[in-house]
């Protein structure tokens, strides 16, 4: 799991039916979670007198914040697609019969963006995510689009659009 939220390119659960335990684990790795408006979430672990095992628990804590999370971890109740969105689990919560063109069409969208700016703001989002001083966070990405401004791409679009203005 935490190669997954390691990874530096968006991670999308969907998130169809049922997400128990380990299926729950699996969509708090990923970087955003959509889920049709029949799926059911839980961290049932705690029934099984376990917990989390693949750092879920963390996870979800800082995601939605602490006493939202320990609400379902300690109880181990399920949840359903609305109150996930409502306590910010989930990210989108569409028709079943839309979910797929909708998760598809989301994932299209960043997938049509040039690689290296979708990298350099993974990294900035994990920085976030450590709770690294903003000011640290800033200079860094800084530095990314400084390392991305002199780019043929970048040099590229600006010509581009320089020459449409002329016109």
Request: charged share 25%; proline share 3%; aromatic share 8%.
């Amino acid at each position: 799991m935490s190669r997954i939220d390691r990874f530096p390119k968006p991670t999308i659960a969907m998130i169809n039916g049922a997400a128990i335990g380990g299926g729950s684990e699996f969509a708090a790795a990923c970087r955003f979670r959509m889920a049709s408006n029949r799926a059911r979430m839980g961290f049932v672990q705690i029934g099984m007198h376990i917990i989390t095992g693949w750092g879920s628990g963390t996870r979800l804590m800082e995601k939605i914040g602490t006493n939202k999370a320990l609400s379902l971890l300690l109880t181990g109740e399920m949840f359903e697609a609305g109150e996930g969105a409502e306590i910010g689990f989930l990210d989108g919560v569409f028709p079943h019969e839309r979910l797929r063109s909708e998760v598809f069409a989301f994932a299209a969208k960043i997938a049509a963006q040039p690689l290296a700016s979708i990298e350099a703001y993974m990294k900035v989002a994990k920085m976030v995510d450590a709770r690294l001083p903003q000011e640290v966070c800033i200079e860094e990405e800084i530095n990314l689009c400084s390392d991305l401004w002199g780019s043929e791409s970048h040099y590229g679009i600006v010509q581009k659009f320089l020459q449409k203005k002329q016109k």
